[in-house]
């Protein structure tokens, strides 16, 4: 699946609430994530189904291309991806309030 998600926030923020996004991913899920600057590869599990792909960002949006399987897009996977960049993107969450919920 791709997805394109604009954001208002500046890149270097941007790239900051992502970092907080796959901290909490690999804390909750186990999903590992591996930076190279401004992208990133992931991969594991969440919430029971593979997770794995792709994410750039810069140019005030994400791009985004995830394999979570074709069952596990049709039951949400898309929507979930969706919600949590909307939720790690919106100026109203601080970073540090993002920080705060990595399961520790």
Known sequence: MI???PYTVSDEEALERLHALTDYWLAKHSVRARWEGPEVFF???????????TV??????????VNVGF???KI???A??????ADYLDP????AELKARVPR
């Open 71 to 73: 069952l596990a897009e």
């Open 43 to 53: 991969n594991g599990k969440v919430k029971g189904v593979k997770f794995d792909g």
């Open 92 to 95: 109203a969450n601080t970073l």
């Open 56 to 65: 750039v960002v810069g140019g005030k949006k994400v791009h985004a291309d």
């Open 80 to 85: 979930y991806v969706q919600r949590k960049l």
């Open 76 to 78: 949400g996977g898309k």
């Open 3 to 5: 997805l394109d998600f």
